[in-house]
């Protein structure tokens, strides 16, 4: 499509402007290849990722993958060296397919940065959500933010059983499964027969089955025995439901919401490490200019995107457009850096934003 | 121009729908040689048959080479990314009925919901460091039903025949397929999940949104839909 030369021209020039204000800010540029090994990113994100990305097969290296996000191998790459802090810019194509969004693009630019092992979370969550402010000023976009952290205190803290409260937190990112686990361990939902017809009998295993599959009896044995463990515990109080669900509908200024949040925090203190943190975070994003006292803050967000933010989250939007996606994402991912760094863990915090959806809404010079 | 109409190329498939055609007095039959692809249609004017894989109907649909396409509504869904833009169902035909379901192995006595399904894999996970196995060949589908059950940390395999047999072969720990009366999951000890199926599918007219057409094909189109009562 020629007349698509000159649009992806435009798109390239904001990538590179945006990146070179990054660079010029101290960052080091990052280059990483676009045929990716699938295995590590299909083992970190699961189906949901095979769903989204493109992969392909190579008879000699396996699985490979059209780079989905800069993420991993960004990651990857700070973690095999010497250690100190750093920071990282970086832009170039990433691959989603569209399927809910035909209309989408599923080749579009990235302009990524990302800052690794400041001590200070708080001063560096605030810098790099300054760093994307400031950058997208021009567009006059809305920005929303949320914490994973505390949704997880909330989890870490609740008062119920160790077998629950990891289930729980399985499901922090899927708010669907999430409410139906509570609604269960609550009470709520009725054990479904063929659960309680399995509870009713006293032997450990049935016997007389086929035992087929690499699944073994000892397997079955056990989760029947956790099963019949969680069956023997009294439901989860209404109380704590009620908590559950005051946490996650907090949507209002950061100001605002760290006041609601103290206030549910009386009923659940294992909040309040997190809520600390959050208003550190509040404090330092102060000194770097942000109009705290007017910036949303939704304690929900950022549940449904990819599953390795365990902290701050942010994103912002296009008001005048909202059939765009977001022009910008990011995030804190200590998490994800405890996962491929084999024992290791280092504070990370991120984001990237969309040059072409930038070129769309007008342009940042 | 004429309509084209794709119907599956042999078997039972087949000869169910030119059945189900005849009984309407439209009269479907192959020519030429027992193994040519070739085919006529009788009863009435410009309607062309094509002989295809029931397999790629979908595909021919949606590119708008074939007017009319007789396939499962499981194979339209799994191929066709926003497939109720590209084809329309017409009717179901009452035959090939099968259903898309989940199936385990009988001795998971433990798991026979999608809550229990999602339990084991995170289980299965931790004691086996990969991911809980289901082998398919409805990728889309299956992806997008345990999702919405919530089920996380299993990965799909790509199984394109005896499915069933991938459980006994440590090749899967599950699967996903389309079963008529459950007797071979039956045979290779596997039970079907007690919920809703992932899709119920049987054989469906469809017809594509896509497709060009004339004046005049557009007036067969009509007088074909006619005398099929649909």
């Not at chain 1, 435009?10 to 945006?18: G, N, Y």
């Not at chain 1, 100190?84 to 693009?105: C, I, L, M, N, W």
Request: charged content about 25%; hydrophobic content about 40%.
């Amino acid at each position: 499509m020629a007349q698509d030369i000159p649009y992806k021209s435009r798109v390239r020039i904001e990538a590179e402007a945006i990146c070179d204000d990054f660079v010029a800010d101290g960052a080091a540029r990052f280059e990483t290849d676009i045929l990716l090994p699938a295995e590590v990113l299909l083992d970190l994100y699961g189906e949901d990722i095979r769903a989204r990305a493109y992969v392909t097969t190579d008879p000699e290296r396996g699985e490979m993958m059209l780079r989905p996000d800069f993420t991993v191998p960004v990651v990857q790459y700070h973690m095999d060296g010497d250690g100190f802090p750093a920071s990282y810019t970086y832009f170039g194509e990433v691959f989603r397919k569209q399927e809910d969004h035909p209309d989408r693009r599923s080749e579009y630019m990235q302009v990524g940065y990302e800052e690794f092992g400041g001590a200070n979370a708080a001063a560096a969550d605030a810098e790099v959500f300054g760093k994307f402010s400031d950058a997208l000023a021009p567009l006059g976009l809305r920005a929303a933010t949320g914490d994973i952290g505390i949704l997880i205190a909330m989890v870490e803290g609740l008062d119920t059983t160790e077998d629950r409260r990891t289930a729980l937190m399985r499901h922090i990112w899927r708010p669907a499964r999430f409410t139906a686990l509570v609604k269960r361990f609550a009470g709520l939902t009725p054990v479904p027969p063929s659960r309680a017809a399995l509870l009713a009998t006293d032997a450990a295993l049935p016997e007389a089955e086929v035992m087929i599959g690499l699944r073994s009896d000892r397997e079955i044995a056990s989760r029947i025995a956790a099963l019949r463990a969680d069956a023997a515990e009294p439901p989860m109080s209404a109380e704590i439901v009620d908590l559950i669900a005051a946490v996650l509908s907090v949507s209002e200024t950061c100001p605002n919401a760290l006041e609601h949040l103290r206030d549910i925090a009386v009923d659940m203190p294992g909040l309040l490490p997190a809520l600390d943190r959050f208003e550190a975070r509040c404090d330092a994003m102060a000194k770097c200019g942000i109009d705290v006292d007017a910036l949303p803050f939704e304690a929900s967000y950022g549940r449904t995107s990819m599953e390795y933010y365990d902290g701050f989250v942010f994103g912002f939007y296009s008001e005048a457009r909202p059939d765009l996606p977001p022009v910008a994402t990011g995030g804190r991912y200590d998490a994800l850096t405890r996962r491929l760094g084999q024992g290791r863990e280092i504070p990370a915090v991120g984001g990237v934003i969309r040059p072409d959806l930038v070129v769309e809404l007008g342009g940042l010079r | 121009m004429t309509i084209k109409l794709g119907v599956p190329s042999k078997g039972r498939l087949m000869e169910k729908t030119f059945d189900w055609f005849g009984a309407r007095g439209v009269t479907l039959s192959r020519t030429g040689s027992e193994r040519e692809y070739a085919g006529t249609v009788g009863g009435v004017d410009g309607v062309d048959l094509v002989l295809l894989s029931a397999g790629e109907i979908p595909r021919e649909l949606a590119a708008g080479r074939i007017h009319l396409g007789v396939t499962g509504n499981d194979l339209i869904q799994e191929k066709l990314v926003q497939w109720d833009q590209k084809v329309e169902p017409l009717t179901p035909l009452g035959f090939g009925h099968a259903n898309l379901i989940v199936s385990v192995p009988q001795c998971w006595v433990d798991v026979d919901t999608l809550d229990d399904l999602d339990g084991a894999a995170a289980a299965f996970r931790a004691r086996h460091g990969f991911r809980m196995r289901i082998a398919t060949k409805y990728h889309r589908l299956v992806r997008d039903y345990l999702r919405r059950g919530g089920v996380a940390d299993y990965q799909l395999v790509d199984s394109q025949g005896a499915t069933e047999g991938t459980v006994k072969n440590l090749t899967a720990e599950a699967i996903a397929d389309i079963t008529t009366t459950g007797e071979t999951l039956r045979a290779n000890h596997l039970k079907i999940l007690d919920e809703p199926p992932v899709l119920e599918s049987q054989a469906t007219l469809f017809r594509s949104r896509v497709a060009e057409k004339t004046d005049v094909d557009r007036d067969v189109l009509r007088a074909l839909i006619d005398r099929l009562g649909v």
